[in-house]
């Protein structure tokens, strides 16, 4: 497991020619891990070699602010909003905070 609760991560920026269960808006997005859901099967794997690869890898679920995602301008002043969502390991990097 690479990653622990509260650590800042970095969404990659990649847009594979293949399905994948990364949302758009949250490709090249900081956001925080606030959950470790276990290891399952990457569901992108599973699809390209037809079910022979079932290697798990840990899921997290990772909470983005509102703003992080669609600017101050599109957030109303009843915040602040989270969007979380699940992102297995490899879809992560980590994110120096302090830089």
Do not use: I
């Amino acid at each position: 497991m690479r990653f622990s609760v509260g650590d800042s991560v970095l969404v990659k920026l990649d847009d594979p020619v293949h399905h994948t269960r990364v949302p758009r808006y949250v490709r090249g997005r900081r956001g925080v891990v606030a959950e470790y859901e276990g290891d399952y099967p990457l569901p992108d794997t599973v699809v390209l070699t037809n079910g022979a690869d079932l290697t798990a890898q840990p899921l997290y679920g990772v909470c983005f602010r509102a703003e992080e995602l669609w600017g101050t301008g599109q957030v109303t002043t009843e915040g602040p909003f989270e969007v979380c969502v699940d992102l297995w390991e490899s879809y992560l990097e980590p994110l120096d905070v302090r830089s």
